[in-house]
């Protein structure tokens, strides 16, 4: 039975249950992290042979005989972009290779708007005012980019099928300040939602008031599926270019969660027409990125079966750690009513909603008893969630029994903070 239609004393039976229980956890001096969605030990075991494929190789000449020891091909090796091309959906010719970090791709392109514009447009920071869409819950690192240049940021309710587009669409017509907008198209960090056909047409048929409007498209999950019906994702640059607004289109993914966070390749593609733009900051920014990496990579995945049969392994690992969390949520809060959660086909993250007022009180509880989540609020510009319910569950990095033991932990809490809030509002009445 939901725990607001039960009575006084059954509410005040479950949290000093729960407050029982919270100090038995208490007792035991945990410390376990949650707070972001890393690859555990197992998965990075997984791509070890990228380190060893350079082992004694006397020859590191790619395709069109360039040595990748030197300076040189600011786009990266050919053979991994076409490896992306695959990933992306967009060819490899238009497609720009850089180190491990695809976020700091996406920062460089918003740097390149601010300074020095786009579309022929005054570059952002001699604009009067910028505000930049923002589908929340989303990614934190997402919205720090756009913060830290002064962007007003604007939420965007997610819906089932991605993000409003009714409110996207009317926010973009009518106001040319409105800069982009950030997309996690597949497997949406945190909710894990993939945008519907329609939403991603509607996307590319966006016709904004402002001629420099990019849209952010993050596809870092593209790959990364954990089910035998895993979700299928339209491609936005075949859309784009139907609709003739390709330039508006930025794309980026990355082999973080593939190989390994701290040394695998990412990548940006784009049109024609931007890639001419990129490559004059990129040719400024660089004299080439780490092509022994990209190379080691191409030795190790060979072409785009390796990636997919690389990630069935990443699968095997992921996919009872999210059932553990599923099946722990159902069984210790489900018929009280007090929390929904996401069942994901893929991705790294379960999305939680506790009772509006809770996930603060929630994400503290844990912290004292030695569990780290991510900050409640962390999924919504600012920082600021106006309910105050949703908190990630990011399962991957701690072994199973550690996530147990964080899973049982939260459930608690859970419990603990409804019953309080339950309680309070009582004594109110």
Known sequence: MNLAARSKEEIRKIYEDAICQYEDFKAMGLLLNMARGKPCAKQLDLALGVLEALHARSEFANSNGDDSRNYGIWNGLPEMRGIFSEMMGVPAGQIILGNNSSLQMMYDCISQGFTHGYSGCEPWCKQEKLKFLCPSPGYDRHFAITEYFGFEMIPVPMLKTGPDMDIIESLVKEDASVKGCWCV?????????????????????????????????????????????????????????????????????????????????????????????????????????????????????????????????????????????????????????????????????????????????????????????????????????????????????????????????????????????????????
């Open 185 to 429: 198209p597949k497997y949406s960090n945190p909710t894990g939602i993939t945008y519907s056909d329609e939403t991603v047409r509607r996307f590319a048929a966006l016709k904004p008031a402002a001629k420099d409007f990019r849209i952010m498209w993050d596809n870092a999950y593209c790959v990364h599926d954990l089910t035998d019906t895993p979700d299928t994702l339209l491609n936005l640059y075949e859309e784009s270019l139907k609709q003739g607004t390709a330039d508006q289109v930025l794309i980026f993914s990355s082999t973080s969660k593939i190989s390994f966070p701290g040394a695998g390749v990412a990548a940006l593609a784009a049109s024609k027409r931007n890639i001419e733009d990129l490559r004059k900051r990129v040719n400024v920014q660089t004299i080439g990125p780490d092509k022994l990496n990209q190379l080691r990579h191409i030795l190790f995945l060979h072409d785009i079966h390796g990636v997919t049969s690389l990630m069935q392994g990443h699968r095997k690992i992921l996919e009872p750690k999210f059932r553990l969390v599923a099946d722990t949520l159902k069984k210790e809060v489900g018929q009280l009513e007090i929390a929904t959660w996401s069942n994901p086909n893929g991705g790294y993250f379960v999305n939680l909603d506790v009772m509006n007022g809770c996930a603060k009180r929630v994400v503290g509880l844990c912290k004292e008893a030695g569990v780290i989540l991510t900050d409640a609020g962390a999924t919504f510009p600012y920082g600021k969630d106006p309910n105050d319910s949703n908190i990630r569950i990011a399962p991957s990095f701690p072994p199973e029994e550690e996530l147990s033991q964080a899973m049982h932990l939260l459930c608690i809490c859970i419990r603990l903070a409804a019953s309080e809030k339950l309680l309070a509002q009582l004594e109110e009445v």
